[in-house]
């Protein structure tokens, strides 16, 4: 057999211009490989997007908290300054009411005093025994003198008062002024005398004050008379 039978001829030989672009398939290994390749960078870029919406959001809320935080601060003072001004008024609202039961219990204790004196003056010029005295009359006339209505009146009397009072209550149309009274009893009271309480303030019906008080004003309204004289 010839060496050159299969050889081309010569003249069937021709050049040309063209290019062609070879191509060579891949490896199916390579090809799988890219397409995971692409499939996770598709992932990552899901995953991305969605932590970039999470930090919006969470950005979102911590604004959110702020804001909150800061009416919270804001609402905290509001209600400290509140309750500041409602104790500086409660303060004030107190210390206005004892000044007012003050000038009550001023105006009661000058009341009750002149109502004695007044009362001691019918009975004589001089020191009297007490025992000719009506006592009931006496009491119930500083009973109703007391500026302001009371929930609870103890009065303190000796035990032979008490029983004079029972005996003159029946002849005494006023006595029920003393249906709320609550009784005590002190043996160093003379017939007659009495001490009244109400709440915390308190009341001396005592003969000698009273008539100390009344010779004073005696002496000095004869030393006034003399003088004019």
């Known amino acids: 057999m010839s060496l050159f039978k299969n050889r081309i001829p010569k003249n069937s030989v021709s050049f040309s211009e063209e290019t062609y672009e070879l191509q060579f398939p891949k490896p199916a290994s390579v090809q799988i490989e890219e397409e995971e390749l692409q499939a996770d960078h598709a992932e990552l870029r899901a995953q991305q997007e969605s932590l970039h919406m999470e930090m919006n959001q ?15 601060l804001q609402d905290k003072e509001q209600f400290q300054m509140h309750i500041h001004e409602q104790m500086e008024q409660m303060e004030a609202a107190r210390v206005q009411f004892q000044k007012e039961q003050q000038e009550i219990a001023y105006e009661w204790t000058e009341l009750l005093w002149d109502q004695s004196f007044h009362l001691a003056e019918k009975i004589v010029n001089q020191a009297v025994d007490s025992r ?17 209505s009371f929930e609870k009146l103890i009065i303190t009397v000796h035990p032979e008062t008490f029983e004079r009072i029972q005996e003159e209550k029946e002849n005494t149309k006023e006595y029920w002024l003393l249906q709320l009274v609550e009784w005590k009893y002190d043996f160093s009271l003379q017939f007659g005398e009495f001490v009244l309480e109400e709440e915390k303030e308190f009341f001396e019906f005592k003969f000698a004050p009273i008539f100390a008080k009344l010779r004073q004003k005696w002496e000095e309204e004869k030393l006034f008379e003399e003088q004019n004289v």
Not at 58 to 72: A, I, N, S, T, V
Request: aromatic letters at 0%.
């Open 132 to 148: 000719l005295l009506d006592v009931l009359p006496i009491l119930t006339g500083i009973v109703q003198t007391l500026p302001t």
């Open 58 to 72: 969470l950005r979102q809320e911590k604004q959110m908290l702020e804001r909150e935080r800061q009416q919270l």
